[in-house]
């Protein structure tokens, strides 16, 4: 079973719509991050999250807010979706003290 | 601040031939360094990575190594073959800072 699991993994919505999405995983990493990946854009961090009670905008947070419900899971909320929020999203953990992050598969998510 | 450069792509070889792709960065102090591959529909994998200056990070073929005297961490393989066509990002990891650098990400065609 993959360590770290992404819901879901296609999403098709529309301008306006609130949506979630979730992660989890079993890696047992205090350190969760969601990103977002545009073509050409390599990948720019939405949040993180240290612990349950910490939590972290990153560099493009406006319109979206995020959950850390659990040491296992943290999910990404768009309050009024939008086009340009069209991108392929992942989640990503991290041990406390090392750098490498641990990827889920993604979830595409389409705004019409 | 921290910061990391790669080649843009995207890069076409054909089968069996020598890729380089090239990373520099710019970071206070000892970052560590690393490579992640992201092959289609896919999370991003932790490839290799190196901790130290001189360090040499290795897996499946590839190899890269910490030059800390020109700030660079090339990412290397001598035989390339078709199931290496995927997107490459080299990132960087301060303890200092809280979140991984990436790289714009370098993607990879590889024909038979």
Request: include cysteine; charged fraction near 20%.
């Amino acid at each position: 079973d993959a360590d770290v699991t992404q819901t879901p993994r296609n999403r098709i919505t529309k301008t306006g719509k609130r949506i979630m999405l979730e992660c989890s995983q079993t890696k047992g990493h205090d350190r969760m991050y969601w990103y977002r990946q545009d073509p050409g854009l390599g990948l720019r961090l939405i949040y993180y999250s240290f612990d349950v009670k910490d939590i972290n905008k990153g560099e493009i947070s406006d319109g979206y807010s995020v959950s850390r419900q659990a040491q296992a899971k943290f999910s990404l909320s768009l309050e009024s979706a939008i086009p340009n929020q069209t991108a392929l999203y992942f989640c990503a953990t991290s041990d406390l003290d090392r750098g490498e992050q641990y990827f889920g598969p993604g979830t595409r998510l389409t705004v019409t | 601040g921290n910061s990391v450069t790669q080649m843009e792509g995207p890069v076409t070889l054909s089968e069996e031939a020598f890729l380089t792709i090239n990373c520099t960065y710019t970071a206070t102090g000892y970052p560590s360094l690393f490579w992640y591959v992201q092959y289609p529909g896919e999370g991003l994998q932790l490839l290799l990575k190196a901790t130290k200056a001189d360090d040499k990070g290795s897996n499946k073929g590839f190899e890269a190594t910490y030059r800390k005297e020109t700030t660079s961490f090339h990412l290397e393989k001598g035989s390339v073959q078709v199931s290496d066509s995927a997107v490459y990002f080299c990132a960087l990891w301060h303890s200092s800072a809280s979140k991984i650098i990436f790289g714009s990400g370098t993607r990879l065609s590889i024909r038979p």
